[in-house]
Each structure stands twice: as structure tokens, then as C-alpha cells.
């Protein structure tokens, strides 16, 4: 028999695919820039679906407001991975650090989450303060993480909710953590992706999603989602200065290398590019534009060393699909 939280997970994962249905649905009903009768009927009743399941998971996550602090791993991980204490710091500033909250500290695990660990650094870049306001030590061994989430899909209305975590993750064989690292032996990133993690149920809950919808559970309001086909290079070279001038977090996500396309993947893969990654972008300088990877680097533990790019706008625009900016 099915436990509430599986059922939880499941009626999510639902909703989830009903969304993303709809967002396909809309983007091909619009491809000939007009919606017939008939297509809308299409999206009334994939729309009266969401409506109907994202009222049930509401009346379902009320009743069973999440209190447990040890998140499932993925069932892949599960009897893999083990929960233990991680005794460190809340916030370092590490040698290399510009500030205690750095985006160097990034640091992905075992876990995909790269959009949300992704918009963590984008933020963290742009204004560490506001990050820094989300975690609370309450001194007693626990810590008051505060996101912004929805309590109703459909209001698209994000909610503060303080959730509360004890520095207790799941941890590999040798004793490191298994989903996101400690950075300069401190607990912060971690912490905001296990909050997240409790609050959409486990870890399989945050495993994949929008580096866009990330950047509005850390900060309040979504960032805003551009398509990289519809911009030229000068265009999108001032957007990116415009947007670090301003002091805006700014990821972009890689186009997906097929397999089979053997000239392209070996391009890609001279450039150092990841297919299907989130990156946060550092800077623009002349045509370039240089992008953080949040992987970690096994041989040195530090997130950069070798995995960040510094890529043509030209080749920018051939590997990258979108990039968002949060406003």
C-alpha cells in the first residue's frame, strides 16, 4: 500500500507532466501565431485538469504539512547513500571568495538539480545579502530555511515558507555528501537544497526543473525566460551587461548534444560544453561570454577548477538554448 508521501509524490509528478503538457500544447498551437477554436478547447481541458490536481495536492500537502527532515534520496541512491551529520560552518569565506556567500561554495553532488544549484550561484553572484536573509540559525542544531513557493499552481502567487532542516544529509561511503557539497567546509547551499527538497517531499521532487522557476523560490518572483533564436548576438552580448550591471543573476541552459550528430558532440565537447546543463553566466568581455559550471572538479573538490567556459557569442548561440534573468 501506497504511503502519503508516495502518494503526494505521485499526484505531483502528475501535475507536473499536466503543466508541461499544457507548456507544449501552447508553444505548438502558437507556432502559425493564432489558436483555433478547437486547440482551445485542448487547453481548456488540460487546463481543467491542473486545476482539479493542484486543488487535491493543496488539500493533501495542508493535511500533511511536511515535518520530516530526512528527504528520500533517489531510488537509485536509496541504501547507497546514508544520512549523517555534516558538521561545518553556516557561511565561509574562502580564500577565493569574494564574499562568505560566494558562488564559488556551488558545488553539485549526485543529484540532478544543476537549475536550481545553478540559480543558487546566479544569485549568490548578484546579491549574496538576499541569500544570506533566507537561513536563520536558531542555535539549537537546527535552521530556519526560508523559499518562496507556491501554495496554488494556478495563482503562480509564491508564498515565504520557513522550513525547518537539521545538518543531517545523505552521505557516501567515505563520509562526503552525496547531492550538494560542503564548499569551504560550510553548510549554506546545502541547506537551501535540502529545504527545497523537504518541501517538495524528497529528493526525486527537485530532481529536474526550470532554472527560472529556481530563481523564484530563492528570491520571490521568477526570472524571466528568453530564447536565444530570437536574439542576435549584439542583442544578447547587451542583455548580459545590462544584466550584470544591474546586479541581476543570469543562467543559461545548454541544448541537449545528440548522440548521433558525432561533428557536433565532438565540437561541443572540445568546448568543454555539457548538453542539457544549467550555467550561470560571470561576465562578457569583447564577443565572449564566460559561464560558471556548478560541477565539482573530483581531483580538487573545488566547483570550477576545469568545468567553467569561456565560449564565442557565435558558439553561445549554436550550444544554448535559452537564458533567464531574474528582473
Known amino acids: 500500500m501506497a504511503t502519503q508521501g508516495e502518494k503526494l509524490q505521485k499526484l505531483q509528478d502528475e501535475l507536473n507532466s499536466l503543466n508541461n503538457t499544457l507548456v507544449e500544447y501552447r508553444e505548438m498551437f502558437n507556432a502559425d501565431g493564432d489558436i483555433d477554436t478547437n486547440e482551445q478547447k485542448r487547453l481548456d481541458v488540460v487546463q481543467a485538469a491542473i486545476k482539479k490536481a493542484d486543488a487535491k495536492l493543496a488539500s493533501l500537502k495542508e493535511k500533511n504539512a511536511p515535518t520530516e527532515s530526512t528527504p528520500k534520496v533517489l531510488k537509485k541512491h536509496k541504501g547507497k547513500y546514508n544520512y549523517g551529520e555534516i558538521v561545518a560552518e553556516l557561511f565561509v569565506k574562502g580564500a577565493i571568495d569574494e564574499n562568505k556567500i560566494d558562488p564559488n561554495d556551488v558545488q553539485q553532488g549526485q543529484l540532478g538539480d544543476c537549475y536550481f544549484l545553478a540559480a543558487i550561484a546566479a544569485v549568490a553572484r548578484a546579491n549574496p545579502k538576499s541569500l544570506e536573509k533566507l537561513i536563520k540559525d536558531n542555535k539549537d542544531g537546527t535552521y530556519d530555511v526560508t523559499l518562496y513557493v507556491y501554495k496554488h499552481f494556478l495563482t503562480w502567487t509564491r508564498t515565504p515558507t520557513v522550513i525547518t532542516v537539521k ?8 563520509g562526503t555528501p552525496a547531492y550538494a557539497k560542503t564548499g569551504d567546509k560550510e553548510l549554506w547551499v546545502m541547506l537551501l537544497e535540502k529545504a527545497y527538497a523537504q ?7 527537485i530532481h529536474g526543473g526550470y532554472t527560472e522557476k529556481a530563481m523564484g523560490v530563492l ?3 521568477n526570472g524571466t525566460s528568453y530564447k536565444i533564436s530570437k536574439y542576435t548576438e549584439k542583442q544578447i552580448l547587451e542583455e548580459f551587461a545590462a544584466a550584470i550591471k544591474n546586479k541581476q543573476p543570469i543562467v543559461a541552459d545548454s541544448k541537449k548534444i545528440p548522440k548521433k550528430n558525432k561533428e557536433k558532440s565532438k565540437l561541443a565537447k572540445g568546448l568543454n560544453i555539457i548538453g542539457g546543463h544549467s550555467y550561470p553566466v560571470k561576465g562578457v568581455s569583447g564577443n565572449n561570454i564566460s559561464l560558471q559550471n556548478p560541477w565539482t572538479n573530483v581531483n580538487t573538490g573545488n566547483a570550477s577548477d576545469n568545468y567553467d567556459i569561456t565560449l564565442s557569442v557565435s ?3 549554436k550550444y544554448f538554448h535559452d537564458f533567464n534573468i531574474k528582473k
Not at 545538518?167 to 567515505?174: H, L, N, V
Not at 518541501?199 to 521532487?205: D, F
Open 167 to 174: 545538518p543531517e544529509f545523505p552521505k557516501k561511503a567515505d
Open 199 to 205: 518541501h517538495e517531499g524528497s529528493y526525486k521532487g
Open 219 to 221: 528570491t520571490g518572483e
Open 315 to 317: 558558439d553561445f548561440k
